[in-house]
C-alpha cells in the first residue's frame, strides 16, 4: 500500500511539473513543444502592437532546441525552429501581407529580388485571421519554412536562407516593436 502511494505520489508531482506553461496578455503557451520528433524549448513570447495606440494584433512565441538571446543567431542556425503567432483581433489577409512585405523590405537590404517569388507564395496563403486564430512557421533544416494557417499547412517555401530572412522580421535590428523582438528573445 505504501508502495502504490509513493508512486501516486510520485506521478503527481512528475505530471504538475511537466504542465509549465507561459502566458503574455491572456494567451497561454507550453513551455515545450516537439516538432517532427524535435525537442524545443519556448524561447520568449511577444506581443505585436500597431498604430500609434499600441493596439495588440498577435501574441508570438518562438521556440528553439538551444534558447537563446542572440537574434542574428538564431536566424542564421541550421536548427529546427517555431514560430507561432496567436492573433487577438480580427486581422485582414493584405494586411497580414503588407505587413510581410515592409518586414522583408526592412530586413533584406539590397537582396529583395532574390525573394520576391517566395514572398509573392507566402503572402498567397495568407487569409483572414479572426481573434483566437494561429498561424505557425517552422523552419525545417536543409528544406525550408512550413506555413500552417489556421491548422492547415499550406506548404513548404524551400531555402534556409528564405527561412533566415522570415525570422528576421521579428529578431532583426528593425522588428515590428521593439517590445515583441526583446520577448521573444527572452530579454523582457
Known sequence: MKTSFVFLTLFLVTATVSVHAME??????PDAITVNGVDLVLNGLGTREATIFSVNVYVAALYLENPSSDGYAICQSEETKRLILHF???????DIAGAWAEGFMKNCGDDLTVYESRITTLNSWMSEMKDGERMMFTCIPGTGLEVSVKGTVMGTIE?????????SIWLGDDPPNGGLR???LGLD
Open 88 to 94: 487577438v483581433r480580427d486581422v485582414k489577409g493584405e
Open 182 to 184: 526583446n520577448g521573444l
Open 24 to 29: 503574455r496578455d491572456g494567451v497561454e503557451y
Open 159 to 167: 531555402g534556409s536562407d528564405f527561412a533566415s530572412v522570415f525570422l
